[in-house]
């Protein structure tokens, strides 16, 4: 009756084990673009409402090291116009379970206003000023994120965002 009981157990054991595996993923960040809430978006100026651009994305991190209380270089997002790089801090992601390993989703929001989304114009004009021989700008983004070992993601890009230049 013992050996049942043992046998038993270990089955038991042996279930739970390969069905619970902690997720192994690679030490390197990896992104995956989600998505972004809208395609257009207005220009961000004194004349125009408030809006905001959401881009989310998806990750995983192998060591757990996402986020740094004493950093503010984390989020890199890089403008496809003019390659300017706009760095966002992450927050620090606490461990899931027993593994280090994370996963998530994460939704950084961009306000257009005051001036955060803006037009800029092939003929050199004042940016985040409407200007009526160009109407529309287009863009995206190129995304990387960097944990605290110093480990660069993968680069993954947005679609084309129409910003409307009234």
Request: charged content about 15%; proline content about 7%; overall charge negative.
């Amino acid at each position: 009756m013992k050996t049942t009981y043992y046998l038993l157990a270990l089955g038991l054991a042996f279930l739970v084990y390969n069905c619970v595996q902690p997720p192994n993923y690679p030490n390197t960040p990896q992104i995956n673009y989600v998505g972004i809430n809208q395609q257009a978006i207005l220009q961000g100026n004194a004349n125009n409402p408030a809006d905001t651009l959401e881009i989310t994305l998806s990750f995983t991190d192998g060591d757990g090291d996402l986020g740094n209380d004493d950093s503010t270089v984390d989020f890199f997002l890089t403008d496809s116009r003019e390659g300017f790089v706009d760095i966002k801090k992450l927050p620090v992601i606490p461990d899931q379970g027993i593994g280090n390993g994370i996963s998530g989703e994460i939704t950084v929001r961009l306000l257009n206003k005051p001036f955060g989304i803006c037009c800029t114009y092939p003929d050199g004009s004042t940016p985040c000023v409407p200007n009526a021989n160009f109407p529309t700008d287009t863009m995206s983004y190129t995304i990387q994120i960097k944990d605290r070992a110093g480990n660069m993601s993968n680069k993954i890009q947005t679609e084309t965002i129409t910003i409307l230049c009234n």
